[in-house]
């Protein structure tokens, strides 16, 4: 192999890698929390809704978490125009990836809600425990158990999983990647940093999740 | 609606069902390669990183590396480095063997960490016994922690297969001719982008689906009483 690498030239590209990362971030964040509504509205659907009810989640759960988030992206992106609905390369991407972080959200907090069982809120009323407290004590220590971990992961799935977003012309960090490979040709470079940028982000966030869940839920979330 | 309808026959010829067909064969090829060897090699990242010989350390270093970053990068930059990389160093491969090299290193990545879930789920009493009744490491793995780390293990390695088909799917973007590039192919020869996508994306669907449940089956049959459903994993990115 006799490849020179030049880093050097990417380097001179670092700030725009920088902002890239930051509408990662944002994109990730985007479809985390809109996806976090979608779930619980699912998941409440789904466990306390009628038939019909029950089975719109499933086909709305079935259909996302079985085919791909690129091709979603692509109906959203290239087939709504011809009806209309035209929308940005960064919001068609947001919105496909927060459906298809919705989906899986929606079974992580069904897990969530049956995890809270009917007697201990009845034991809760016995201690005259006032409604906070007894979501405070007795139902958010359940829930988190149950879908903190889960839910960390999925926030990290989505920080890699927006790079999707960068093959429809979004400059996330993928996009900026794939635009200054094209303009430097160090293509092996500038992949090598924004993989490791992405190590970074994801080790970053990790950390984070731990430390939030261990002192505001007392759970211990995996960080390797 | 109803135009969409009246081009589905016009779709459907034979020799674009021929070429559908066979695109999903090769994302079917990628996927089932890809397990295969990431079951293999997965298994073999999980079983050096029990070990605990001095002289084994840079090895564990090397494959504990391995398995948390390619974890860590989108499979879509991972594929790009591939490529990228083989091109480098001077070797011209062909798109499939690119994608299919990607996958297997997202697999192994993957399935190492299945497995490590699956042989950490064996209680340590029983490893610690087989130590004091003097097991080698080799008998440790393969007649304590093996039979009883396959029940985790298996319904977990499904739930990656399925998320694998839907992964292939960025391999279109180098150019490889499976599902999602017969569609865009499709797309391009001027049928309906909203029908053809929604033809692809069935034909995924029918490939995940019965995985799925399968996966689903597995784990219902293999853990015992009481045991919760594990939840959806959105795998690899």
Redesign the interface.
């Known amino acids: 192999?006799?490849?020179t690498f030049q880093f050097g030239e990417v380097l001179k590209h670092s700030p725009e890698l920088m902002r890239a990362s930051l509408t990662t971030l944002e994109i990730a964040f985007a479809a985390f929390w809109g996806g976090c509504l979608l779930g619980i509205a699912g998941a409440m659907g789904k466990v306390y809704g009628n038939k019909a009810v029950v089975l719109v989640v499933r086909i709305y759960v079935?259909?996302f978490?079985?085919?791909?988030?690129?091709?979603?992206i692509?109906?959203l992106f290239?087939?709504?125009p011809?009806?209309g609905i035209m929308m940005s390369p960064l919001t068609a991407s947001i919105i496909g990836l927060t459906l298809?972080a919705g989906a899986?959200l929606t079974?992580?907090m069904r897990?969530g809600v049956i995890s809270v069982r009917r007697n201990e809120m009845e034991a809760a009323e016995a201690l005259g425990m006032s409604g906070l407290q007894s979501f405070w004590y007795v139902i958010l220590p359940h829930i988190a158990r149950t879908i903190y971990a889960?839910l960390s992961?999925?926030f990290?799935?989505l920080v890699?999983?927006s790079?999707?977003a960068?093959?429809f012309g979004v400059s996330e960090l993928?996009g900026t990647?794939?635009d200054i490979?094209a303009s430097t040709f160090r293509?092996?470079e500038v992949?090598?940093i924004?993989?490791g940028i992405?190590?970074m982000l994801?080790?970053v966030a990790s950390v984070t999740l731990y430390l939030v869940g261990l002192w505001c839920f007392r759970v211990r979330a995996r960080i390797? | 609606m109803a135009a969409l309808l009246a081009e589905l026959p016009r779709l459907f010829t034979y020799y674009n069902i021929v070429f559908l067909l066979t695109s999903a064969g090769v994302t079917l090829a990628l996927t089932v390669a890809g397990c295969v060897v990431g079951l293999a090699a997965g298994f073999v990242v999980a079983a050096m990183r029990r070990t605990r010989a001095a002289w084994l350390l840079p090895v564990r270093l090397v494959l504990i590396l391995f398995a948390?970053?390619f974890r860590?990068?989108?499979?879509?930059?991972?594929l790009?480095?591939v490529f990228?990389?083989s091109q480098?160093?001077?070797y011209n491969l062909p798109l499939f063997v690119i994608a299919l090299v990607a996958v297997c290193i997202i697999a192994s990545a993957y399935l190492a960490e299945v497995f490590r879930a699956g042989f950490s789920s064996v209680p340590r009493l029983q490893i610690e016994a087989a130590e004091a009744m003097n097991f080698s490491a080799a008998r440790i793995l393969f007649s304590v922690i093996v039979p009883q780390a396959w029940r985790v293990v298996l319904p977990a390695a499904v739930a990656f297969m399925?998320s694998l088909v839907?992964?292939t799917?960025?391999a279109?973007?180098l150019g490889v001719i499976e599902l999602?590039f017969a569609?865009k192919v499709l797309?391009t020869r001027g049928y309906?982008?909203?029908l053809v996508?929604?033809v692809?994306?069935v034909g995924?669907?029918l490939m995940?689906?019965p995985l799925?449940r399968f996966g689903a089956y597995l784990e219902r049959r293999l853990s015992g009483r009481g045991h919760?459903p594990a939840?959806?994993?959105?795998?690899?990115?």
């Open positions: 192999m006799n490849y079935g259909f978490t079985n085919t791909p988030s690129l091709i979603q692509f109906v290239y087939a709504l011809d009806y298809n899986y079974e992580i897990a889960p992961n999925m990290i799935w890699l999983g790079s999707i960068g093959l993928t990647a794939i490979g293509t092996i992949f090598l924004a993989g992405y190590v994801t080790v390797f | 948390e970053l860590r990068i989108p499979f879509i930059v991972t790009f480095l990228f990389i480098g160093a001077g399925v839907k992964d799917a960025l279109s973007q999602t569609g797309v309906s982008s909203l996508y929604g692809v994306l995924y669907y995940s689906y799925g919760r939840l959806p994993e959105p795998g690899a990115a």
